[in-house]
């Protein structure tokens, strides 16, 4: 059985940094390609970040480029998103997703197989 559990969420002001944590059990995050989504209220989840951490290759979406760096663990089997610079804008639920077996880049929510729960990231500014 496939479980993604994120955390490190909570609230920060503007300029914080936060780091978010994807501890994965059932599948091996090296193997597949390891994404972080959002979702503010009232909008539609939205990529954010991905990893394919076998080839070494990272993905971004252009709103946190420079701020964000995804990464990846393999002896503890987690992914991580280290965000730097907060803004308001980024406030939402973060959620971590796997796409299994598949290395070629995705951005969109039904390419991927599994997803965790969720943690809320809070920006005031």
């Known amino acids: 059985q496939v479980q993604l559990i994120e955390s490190g969420g909570g609230s920060v002001q503007a300029g914080g940094s936060l780091i978010l944590s994807c501890a994965a059990s059932?599948?091996?995050?090296?193997?597949?390609?390891m994404g972080w989504f959002r979702q503010a209220p009232g909008k539609e989840r939205e990529f954010v970040a991905a990893?394919?951490?076998?080839?070494?290759?990272?993905y971004y979406t252009d709103s946190v480029k420079g701020r964000f760096t995804v990464s990846g663990d393999n002896a503890k089997n987690a992914v991580y998103l280290q965000m730097n610079s907060l803004k308001p804008e980024d406030t939402a639920v973060y959620y971590c997703a796997a796409r299994v077996g598949v290395f070629v880049e995705a951005r969109r929510t039904p390419d991927y197989d599994y997803w965790g729960q969720g943690t809320q990231v809070t920006v005031s500014s």
């Open positions: 990893i394919a951490w076998s080839r070494g290759r990272t």
């Open positions: 059932g599948l091996t995050i090296s193997r597949n390609f």
